[in-house]
């Protein structure tokens, strides 16, 4: 079989399965493990599939995000495992950010309980969500509102945090690779998000198995800004591993 047979077979393979190991396709297209490393390697520089520990995942362009109140429904039941799990990363007193979206709104649903929380977020629906538990104070960071998001943005925003303190950063991404970091299509709200991930000393994303090996327009930051991924257990382990070499703890709901 030529070079170029196989890439196009091997690439049809990840797109199918989603993952593939080094030895699996050394079996499948019958060369050694030397020449699939040199053909994913060749396949991960066109953008065709993306290098993982012991093998590749599928790459994909991430499309537009939908309004929030649309994606609501999205992975429901991950997105409320996430939430649970990231709630018990927070502990009474502590000082936390949580930013805008639906999984991180689902941690807010978890957080009754907790004793003596601040939360600073820029998202009215979190902010909705913990308005009425009295053991909990609300920051809400002032900005321009992004209407589809529900969520603050821009310099108001980023100079609010300025004069804020927090433990732990709490906040979804809609596309994260492994290669790329995590990035997002919505220009005027990479610096913001830039500005939220460096608020705290502990910055912990919360995302669903959908949200991995996925590219969009811009860079927000490398995924070694992030300190802790939660995430379900829909994620492959080939991409958790990849993650733990990288030093991000990573408690799967």
Do not use: W
């Amino acid at each position: 079989m030529l070079k170029r047979e196989r890439h196009r077979k091997i690439s049809e393979f990840i797109k199918e399965k989603k993952s593939a190991t080094v030895a699996e396709l050394s079996r499948l297209f019958g060369v050694s493990q030397v020449t699939i490393r040199r053909d994913l390697e060749s396949l991960d520089s066109q953008g065709a599939i993306e290098r993982a520990h012991g093998g590749a995942i599928l790459a994909e362009q991430a499309v537009p995000e939908p309004p929030v109140i649309h994606r609501m429904a999205e992975q429901l039941e991950e997105k409320r495992r996430i939430g649970e799990e990231a709630a018990k990363l927070v502990e009474d007193g502590d000082t936390i950010f949580i930013g805008s979206g639906t999984t991180t709104s689902e941690m807010a649903r978890h957080l009754s309980g907790k004793k003596n929380l601040t939360v600073i977020t820029n998202a009215l629906n979190v902010a909705n969500c913990l308005a009425e538990d009295p053991e909990i104070t609300v920051v809400i960071t002032g900005g321009l509102l992004r209407h589809s998001e529900l969520s603050m943005i821009g310099h108001l925003t980023e100079q609010a945090l300025t004069n804020l303190r927090a433990d732990k950063v709490f906040i979804g991404m809609r596309a994260v690779s492994l290669q790329d970091g995590l990035t997002s299509e919505y220009l005027p709200e990479i610096t913001t998000d830039q500005a939220i991930i460096e608020f705290a000393a502990q910055a912990i994303l919360l995302v669903d198995h959908t949200k991995f090996g996925k590219v969009s327009t811009a860079l927000v930051a490398p995924l070694t800004s992030v300190h802790k991924i939660v995430t379900d257990s829909g994620t492959s382990p080939e991409m958790i591993e990849e993650l733990r070499v990288l030093g991000i703890d990573v408690p799967v709901a």
